[in-house]
């Protein structure tokens, strides 16, 4: 088997890779400049930052529900090379939109450039939602079998040092938004070019008749899944995961800036050791496993990512908050005693994230044949975006009952359980 970075160094997998960190990027980059700039500058209120934050969370996972379905059957039934270069062509037009949202607000006009804002965002979901089963089907074909663990494994850290640079560039940039609309631009025209290299990777098998309709479509692609016992388990666990990411995300900017008082670049970097650790978690899973795809070492994985959540909330209620009216910037945050273990332990919660998740996703792409893989992706895409969409207004509900950010992670511990059980069930059906 090449050495995982070995890939890298490969025109058949480079030029995906390339592409795929420049869009997660530039999702990231807009994405974390919108939220950062509606919490301080918009929103004064925990409940109302935290309800815009499950919003938006909430749009950008509604298409995957609606279109993963047809994405599947397009990327199964078409060149997945030449998608890629008509959704990398739509990503420069959404990050117009997007754009003129920022500016909009950023002048004033709050309401309006809101909802340009939460129109790009929905837009960059049915972008994800076309490029996601892509990413991952492509690699069976491109990649010996041999490979596929560690393309999955890069794809994934790659996706999340996307995600870290992004998060770290917004917070510098999320109150200067001139710049800010100007980086998302270049970034997309620069996706567009990486998209081009991508090599061929024309339809296997034989023709597919396209199912337009979103429900029945949605539904005979999970229940393809029913018959294969592994592979349903994978998705469960995969989706149960992305639950519980979802709910982080909408907790940690609410609770940087409530619960930590601390201010944007802070909140930034909280974000992007976060995504260090995920992007970690999936090169070690891959040198532990050696290649194999195996649900060995998950379920102890997310076990020990619950245990970390709960230490990250007992040290959060411990914090000492900045003096009334004020936040800490990046200098007065690291001075406080209690600064190191929380990053700390925000990597350890990343990173046993990483260990858990990667080889579902390897699970995904070699259990079926290769002209299924892309479709096998999107049933995926549904469950993930159904469970995500459920952990957003239990967050909306919950958040309205006055609980605060700090109580919810118990509640993402409780999950973390639920999530070993799975894997645990995968692990025993496989091995």
């Not at 990512?305 to 959060?316: K, Y």
Request: proline share 5%.
């Amino acid at each position: 088997m090449l050495n995982a970075l070995g890939l890298l160094k490969e025109r058949r997998f480079l030029p995906l890779f390339a592409t795929q960190f420049l869009g997660a990027f530039n999702d990231n980059l807009f994405k974390q400049s919108m939220v950062l700039f509606a919490t301080y500058e918009i929103f004064n209120d925990p409940h109302g930052e935290a309800n815009f934050n499950a919003l938006a969370t909430g749009l950008s996972i509604l298409p995957f529900f609606f279109l993963s379905a047809l994405s599947g059957q397009l990327a199964d039934s078409h060149d997945k090379a030449r998608i890629i270069r008509i959704v990398k062509t739509c990503e420069i037009g959404i990050m117009i939109v997007g754009s003129g949202g920022l500016l909009l607000a950023h002048a004033g006009h709050d309401r309006i450039g809101l909802a340009l804002m939460l129109a790009a965002v929905l837009l960059l979901g049915i972008h994800s939602t076309f490029f996601g089963p892509i990413k991952y089907a492509i690699l069976p074909q491109h990649l010996p079998a041999g490979d596929v663990l560690g393309g999955t494994g890069l794809v994934e850290a790659g996706t999340y040092l996307a995600i870290l640079t992004g998060t770290i560039v917004a917070g510098f940039l999320s109150r200067h938004v001139e710049q800010a609309t100007a980086a998302v631009l270049v970034v997309a025209a620069l996706g567009w070019f990486a998209g081009r290299a991508v090599p061929s990777a024309p339809r296997e098998g034989p023709p597919l008749k396209l199912e337009l309709n979103p429900f029945t479509a949605s539904w005979r692609l999970i229940s393809a899944t029913l018959h294969v016992p592994r592979l349903f388990l994978a998705i469960l666990a995969i989706s149960f995961f992305w639950t519980i990411g979802a709910v982080l995300i909408i907790v940690f900017p609410p609770l940087v800036k409530n619960v930590l008082t601390a201010n944007e670049q802070v909140a930034s970097f909280v974000i992007a050791v976060f995504s260090v650790g995920v992007a970690v978690g999936s090169v070690v899973i891959n040198t532990m496993l050696k290649g194999r795809i195996s649900a060995k070492f998950s379920p102890a994985s997310v076990i020990a990512m619950g245990v970390f959540v709960c230490l990250f909330s007992l040290l959060a209620r411990h914090w000492t908050p900045a003096p009334a009216g004020t936040y800490y910037d990046w200098a007065g945050f690291i001075q406080q005693p209690g600064a190191i273990p929380v990053l700390l332990c925000l990597l350890a919660i990343a990173t046993t994230g990483g260990m858990f998740v990667v080889p579902l996703y390897a699970f995904l792409t070699t259990t079926v044949e290769k002209d299924q893989t892309a479709r096998t992706v999107a049933a995926n895409n549904v469950v993930n975006a159904g469970c995500m969409a459920l952990g957003s207004v239990a967050v909306l509900l919950i958040s309205g009952a006055g609980v605060g950010p700090a109580d919810m992670l118990f509640l993402v511990a409780a999950m973390c359980l639920f999530a070993a059980w799975l894997a645990q069930k995968l692990h025993r059906a496989c091995d």
